[in-house]
């Protein structure tokens, strides 16, 4: 009755679009303008810190091995980590800046535990490839969030910030279960699906 | 032109700001582009063709999942946010 992997990845995919497009909103309109509601400056911290959460389940119902349950479980903790920090942040209970190193903190987190957790090649199949690539894509990525620790208003920086994370959802969105990618599938990797 | 029914009506505040049409167009970008995945990849939309299909493979389509945040995005925090950017604009001078 479990859905499958890469449905999981779909439902989490549009999670995270619903995050970079405030992401966005809030690069283009401005801090004070975005702010100008209370539940809308929570409201991407707050998908953030839900999705976080939402991995729980993910690592407990979705143990193909102890490897996937170290990787999922990595990822709701600094994820819940980051998006509670940025609550904090946004409420005014956290006030040092530096806070916002979670973030840096949670994509490099989130690339290894990509990489490793993946233990075939990239062209083993779309899954794989796009593992390999979204991992990474968070490391390299992570130089957006740590430069935002210093340079908070930058438009540019937050607009990155939010093509990443959009970035992302689009390759989860990209994910399918045995399929190939640029023509390439492992016979090892089982039949085709739709 | 100035009769009784139409006024000048100021250059800047008819002219949409450029903020503005981006705020406008995120949420149905968004939507249309899961519509043109459907589109192109309709094998993928298991409404299309729902028989013999379990209930996850109904409930969470991809294109599907696209076009709703888009919408979602657009009804719930676009709508409210244009408000308060031209509240801010009115509010500013120049």
């Not at chain 1, 083993?124 to 992570?142: E, I, K, M, Q, S």
């Not at chain 1, 970035?167 to 492992?186: E, K, Y």
């Not at chain 2, 800047?12 to 503005?20: D, G, H």
Request: proline share 6%; net charge positive; charged share 10%.
């Amino acid at each position: 009755m479990a859905p499958q992997a890469d449905m999981v990845h779909w439902a989490f995919a549009a999670g995270i679009l619903l995050v970079g497009l405030c992401l966005l909103c809030e690069a283009i309109v401005g801090q004070e303008v975005w702010r100008m509601r209370k539940w809308r400056a929570y409201l991407w911290p707050g998908l953030a810190f839900g999705l976080g959460v939402a991995l729980w389940p993910v690592m407990t119902f979705f143990t193909n091995s102890a490897i996937h349950m170290y990787a999922h479980g990595s990822w709701a903790e600094v994820l819940m980590l980051a998006g509670g920090a940025e609550l904090g942040l946004v409420h005014g209970r956290l006030r040092s800046r530096f806070w916002r190193l979670t973030w840096p903190l949670a994509f490099v987190v989130t690339g290894i535990a990509f990489i490793v957790h993946e233990q075939n090649p990239w062209f083993f199949a779309r899954a794989a490839f796009l593992h390999h690539l979204l991992g990474w894509t968070f490391l390299v990525a992570a130089l957006v969030p740590l430069a935002l620790v210093w340079r908070p208003q930058s438009v540019v920086l937050r607009s990155s910030f939010a093509a990443v994370i959009i970035a992302v959802s689009v390759m989860l969105f990209c994910d399918r279960d045995v399929a190939p990618v640029f023509g390439h599938l492992s016979p090892l990797a089982g039949a085709q699906h739709r | 032109m100035d009769t009784s029914y139409v006024h000048d009506v100021p250059a800047e505040r008819t002219r949409t700001p450029a903020r503005v049409q981006a705020v406008l167009l995120l949420g149905p970008a968004t939507a249309a582009a899961g519509l043109i995945w459907a589109y192109l990849q309709p094998v993928r939309l298991t409404l299309l063709h729902p028989h013999g299909q379990g209930f996850w493979w109904l409930v969470i389509e991809p294109q599907l999942l696209v076009m709703v945040a888009g919408i979602a995005f657009a009804l719930v925090v676009a709508r409210q946010l244009i408000s308060d950017l031209e509240e801010t604009r009115d509010g500013t001078p120049g």
